[in-house]
């Protein structure tokens, strides 16, 4: 993924671009090839890597620059079809943001046909996302408030989580949602992957990483002219 080359005379790491240097499943591949991903993004080249490796990662890159199929793809490379419960958990700060990476999610799931999510945001009536989380799911997209609503009522279980993700974690920290997401995550089981994406890095985002993520990997992606 890495390779050392010469400009100037000065050796310099080069990161490959080619979604095909990653440990990714034909199928993954097809799909990016299928949604006109022909190469990695930069936030995309220096986390994925590290993600599909098992690590925790803190990613913080500026909005556009393709950190939702970052975290979409690592979470994806996780789930085991054939287990009906919860193992991919993304929180997100609204429910635009919900929806839209519940969309990115299924485009890249779009050659795992037996992959289920479920949206679990405020604004619409808690019984059809209860009677769907009855039914099995793999991956659960939401945002906090409503995700402990239906912890509070039993209608979520959690304990089988490999992957979470907190995606605009600078602004769900703005929003009052520290306390929240801190509970929710204290059900999950500790040996999960922990993925925190923002696109600030202000001190209550270092201290909400070091008390949910182990050892992570900080990946920053600059803006560059
Ligand atoms: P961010 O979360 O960093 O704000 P998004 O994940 O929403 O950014 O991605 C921004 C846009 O870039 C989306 O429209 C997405 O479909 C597109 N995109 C992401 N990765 C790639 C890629 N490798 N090649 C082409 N387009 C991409
Ligand atoms: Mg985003």
Known sequence: MVRLSRRNGMPVVM????FSSLPLAPNQLDALDALGYKA???VQAQSLPLILSGRDVIVRAKTGSGKTAAFALG???TINPRFFGVQAFVMCPTRELADQVGKEIRRLASRMPNIKLVLLCGGVPLGPQ???LSHGAHIVVGTPG???DHLKRGSLNIESVKTLVL???DRMLDMGFADAIKQII???????QTLLFSATYPQDIQRISRSIQRNPASVTVDDVA
Not at 15 to 18: E, I
Request: charged content about 30%; aromatic content about 0%.
């Open 130 to 132: 209860r009677d769907s």
């Open 75 to 77: 979470l994806l490379a």
């Open 186 to 192: 204290s059900g999950m089981p500790g040996d999960r």
């Open 167 to 169: 995606d605009e974690a």
């Open 146 to 148: 409503r995700i402990e």
């Open 40 to 42: 990695m993004t930069p």
């Open 15 to 18: 990161s490959s671009t080619a």
